[in-house]
T-cell receptor, first 114, second 112 residues
Framework: EPEVTQTPSHQVTQMGQEVILRCVPI?????FYWYRQILGQKVEFLVS????????KSEIFDDQFSVERPDGSNFTLKIRSTKLEDSAMYFC????????????FGPGTRLTVT | SQQGEEDPQALSIQEGENATMNCSYK?????LQWYRQNSGRGLVHLIL?????REKHSGRLRVTLDTSKKSSSLLITASRAADTASYFC????????????FGGGTRVLVKP
C-alpha cells in the first residue's frame, strides 16, 4: 500500500542552524501538508501546498519557514534559523484531492533543537 | 474557532471490551477524520466521515457523526492490546480550506 515517507526520522540541530525536512508524498496525490506536534500537545497545521504554491498557512508558518517541491516526488520543509521552540515532531501529509479527501500522514521527523 | 476536543482524555479497558470516545467541535465541517497514534509515532488514518453521513464502519471501528450536536464518536469493538494508542479526531471546514484541526486526543490503554 502506498505511504508517505519522511527523512530523517530524527534530526538534532543547534539553535540558529538551518534544517531541511524531507517528505515523499503518495505518488498520485496533489495536495501536500506539513503539521507539527510539540511534545504533549495537539497536532497543529503549518502549511498546505497545491499546484506548486502555498494554498494556506498558519500563524506559526512565519518567514523562517519555507516549503518546496523541488522535483516530482519530494516535498520539503525548511526552517532557516531554528529556535528552541521549534523542537517538535513534524509530520508531512498528502491527499488525493481537496475537500472530502483523506489526508495520509508520514511517520514524522523528530526535530530537537539544542 | 473550529476545534476538535476528545472525551475522555484517557480510557483504560480490558481486552475484549469496547472502547468509546467522543469528539466535539465548534464550527460547520466538511469531514471529520479519526487517526491513531502509537506513542511517539506517526498518525495512522482510520476513517473519514463526511458531513452528510451519520455512521460509518470499518472492521471493528464504528464512527458516528451528529452535526446538530457538532459531535462524533469512535467505537472500537472487541478491543485488543494492540489497540493501545492515542486516538485523535480532526476536522476540516469549507472556510478553512483543507487544513485539519486536531483535538487533544484520547489515550486508550487496553490491558491484556
Amino acid at each position: 500500500e502506498p505511504e508517505v515517507t519522511q527523512t530523517p526520522s530524527h534530526q538534532v540541530t543547534q539553535m540558529g542552524q538551518e534544517v531541511i525536512l524531507r517528505c515523499v508524498p503518495i505518488s498520485n496525490h496533489l495536495y501536500f501538508y506539513w503539521y507539527r506536534q510539540i511534545l504533549g500537545q495537539k497536532v497543529e497545521f503549518l502549511v498546505s501546498f497545491y499546484n506548486n504554491e502555498i494554498s494556506e498557512k498558519s500563524e506559526i508558518f512565519d518567514d523562517q519557514f519555507s516549503v518546496e517541491r523541488p522535483d516530482g516526488s519530494n516535498f520539503t520543509l525548511k526552517i532557516r534559523s531554528t529556535k528552541l521552540e521549534d523542537s517538535a515532531m513534524y509530520f508531512c501529509a498528502s491527499s488525493e484531492g481537496g475537500p472530502r479527501s483523506e489526508q495520509y500522514f508520514g511517520p514524522g521527523t523528530r526535530l530537537t533543537v539544542t | 474557532s473550529q476545534q476538535g476536543e476528545e472525551d475522555p482524555q484517557a480510557l483504560s479497558i480490558q481486552e475484549g471490551e469496547n472502547a468509546t470516545m467522543n469528539c466535539s467541535y465548534k464550527t460547520s465541517i466538511n469531514n471529520l477524520q479519526w487517526y491513531r497514534q502509537n506513542s511517539g509515532r506517526g498518525l495512522v488514518h482510520l476513517i473519514l466521515i463526511r458531513s452528510n453521513e451519520r455512521e460509518k464502519h470499518s472492521g471493528r471501528l464504528r464512527v458516528t457523526l451528529d452535526t446538530s450536536k457538532k459531535s462524533s464518536s469512535l467505537l472500537i469493538t472487541a478491543s485488543r492490546a494492540a489497540d493501545t494508542a492515542s486516538y485523535f479526531c480532526a476536522t476540516d471546514a469549507w472556510a478553512a480550506g483543507n487544513k485539519l484541526t486536531f483535538g487533544g486526543g484520547t489515550r486508550v490503554l487496553v490491558k491484556p
